[in-house]
């Protein structure tokens, strides 16, 4: 089965960069190599499992790439999620070594969670296996520089024409739709996607049930956010160029092409 393998920024800075999620998230180095004017990083927070690679790359021409990063909901990449065991316990050990967090909180029906940003502004979320009302402390194991053990869970994109979308995602993706979530006192609806052949809890892909198998899952999902409206402006669409810092998603499976979602977002096969 095709699975998600890589997960590709651009950054400002291989030192601050590898020093961050190395040194504060706890991920590992798997490879680096040289092409011509680019660097390129690989990293994982566990090797025996289907979690997509970070791939950083530090481009010395690139002058396109604008940093730090501001949260806009022009920009159609929007953040990369962690799951972990204990979010409480993940966001202390973060404070301690100086990264600045939101505070904590559980997004009704949805999750536990909290949010920061790598050195180049890239937004990042803790998300926890069970909501708040449902957790149990766990105890902070002192292998894993979070607390627990970490999966890179989910990479973000926002989508104009969620219809356009589903039908890429689902029929020349081939990817599953997991669940779909209704945010709409914010304005939007959330879908996952996953390669998988897993069944869910609940065959209703809104089912709150299935919710917290979500968080659970051992492998990187794709995130589209649909915000209410956004298809029926003719002249609008989402920044999905290199000035975003996002390069594209790779995924592992038996073809060899590139393609490009509805909204641009670039996705390699291979």
Request: hydrophobic share 35%; proline share 2%; charged share 30%.
């Amino acid at each position: 089965m095709p699975y998600l393998h890589k997960h590709s920024l651009y950054i400002s800075n291989p030192e601050n960069s590898l020093d961050f999620y190395i040194n504060k998230l706890g991920m590992k180095l798997v490879n680096e190599f040289i092409e011509n004017t680019k660097e390129f990083y690989h990293l994982k927070f566990n090797l025996d499992t289907n979690e997509a690679i970070l791939e950083l790359i530090f481009d010395k021409n690139n002058n396109c790439t604008v940093y730090q990063k501001i949260d806009s909901r022009l920009t159609g990449y929007w953040k990369m999620s962690i799951c972990i065991k204990d979010v409480d316990i993940a966001r202390n050990k973060l404070l301690e070594k100086g990264i600045e967090l939101t505070k904590a909180f559980q997004v009704p029906d949805v999750a536990y969670l909290c949010h920061f940003s790598d050195p180049d502004g890239y937004s990042l979320e803790l998300i926890q296996h069970e909501f708040e009302k449902k957790h149990i402390k766990q105890k902070e194991d002192a292998l894993y520089a979070l607390g627990n053990r970490a999966i890179f869970s989910l990479i973000t994109y926002r989508v104009k024409d969620i219809d356009k979308s589903l039908t890429f995602y689902k029929n020349d993706l081939k990817m599953k739709l997991l669940s779909k979530m209704d945010v709409s006192k914010r304005g939007f609806e959330l879908y996952f996607l996953g390669f998988t052949n897993e069944s869910l809890p609940n065959e209703d892909v809104e089912s709150i049930e299935n919710r917290e198998w979500l968080w659970k899952r051992g492998y990187t999902m794709i995130e589209l956010q649909y915000v209410f409206g956004s298809n029926k402006d003719d002249s609008f669409q989402y920044e999905t160029g290199v000035s975003t810092g996002f390069k594209s998603f790779s995924i592992l499976s038996n073809e060899n092409k590139t393609k490009y979602d509805p909204d641009g977002y670039k996705i390699v096969l291979y």
